[in-house]
């Protein structure tokens, strides 16, 4: 089975501070692995992912996200928040060895809304 | 631009009738989705699609019906609208085939429903 997992609901930082959004997974094979951001009213636009080789990957906006294999984990960071980047941010993961007619599905987790106050 | 255009932001319907909701995406992509989005439980799947008329249930397939008679269209039928369907819908599409692309899904602005 494929999972997804944030554990916070909400982050709370301040400009100019760095931020970390976690997110751990579950799969039986080697992970494909993404985030997704989600501004207010609208939908979700694709941020960033990590398919093979240097752990960490850097996205758009200036996020950049970590994969830990021991850990399980692919956090997504910002050395320097802005206030732009409060939205409702989403973890999924795909397994590699999907085949057939489940090839193309995402798994997601719960979403973390993160707040950067001024 | 790439685009995933959902037929309509709002809408609001009663207990029983038929609703559909409509999305195109000009990409050619082969994958087409259907989730839906509530406050604390993230984004659910209802239904996918990997080809044209080929479809596949998500986690919450009930009371929920799909139609893809082309590859730019996916439509999501509530048969007989239920309050509990209140809720965001999202269509998304992506490319198919084994590859890390197939997991970049570009998503529509969401028709939020609500049922009365």
């Known amino acids: 089975a494929q999972s997804v997992a944030q554990p916070e609901d909400q982050v709370n930082v301040a400009e100019g501070n760095p931020l970390t959004v976690k997110c751990t997974y579950s799969?039986?094979?080697?992970?494909?692995l993404f985030w997704y951001v989600q501004y207010p009213n609208r939908g979700l636009q694709f941020l960033l992912k990590y398919i093979t080789g240097d752990n960490l990957v850097k996205g758009s906006y200036g996020f950049e996200a970590e994969f830990n294999k021991s850990q399980t984990s692919f956090h997504l960071k910002k050395p320097s928040a802005l206030v732009s980047d409060s939205a409702l941010y989403f973890c999924a993961v795909r397994d590699k060895a999907s085949r057939g007619s489940t090839l193309g599905r995402l798994y997601f987790g719960r979403g973390t809304q993160l707040t950067v106050w001024p | 631009d790439v685009k995933v255009t959902q037929s309509s932001r709002y809408l609001v319907k009663r207990t029983g009738e038929k609703v559909f909701l409509e999305c195109v995406q000009d990409m050619d992509h082969e994958n087409m989705f259907w989730y839906r989005q509530d406050p604390g439980l993230g984004l659910r799947l209802i239904y996918f699609?990997?080809?044209?008329?080929?479809?596949e249930k998500g986690d919450i397939p009930e009371g929920y019906s799909v139609s893809r008679e082309k590859k730019e269209r996916f439509s999501l039928i509530l048969e007989s609208a239920s309050t509990n369907q209140t809720s965001m819908y999202l269509c998304?599409?992506?490319?198919?085939?084994?590859?890390?692309?197939?997991?970049?899904?570009?998503f529509g602005e969401g028709s939020r429903l609500t049922v009365l």
């Open positions: 699609s990997y080809d044209v008329k080929m479809k």
């Open positions: 799969v039986s094979g080697n992970p494909y």
């Open positions: 998304a599409s992506s490319l198919g085939g084994p590859g890390g692309r197939a997991g970049e899904l570009f």
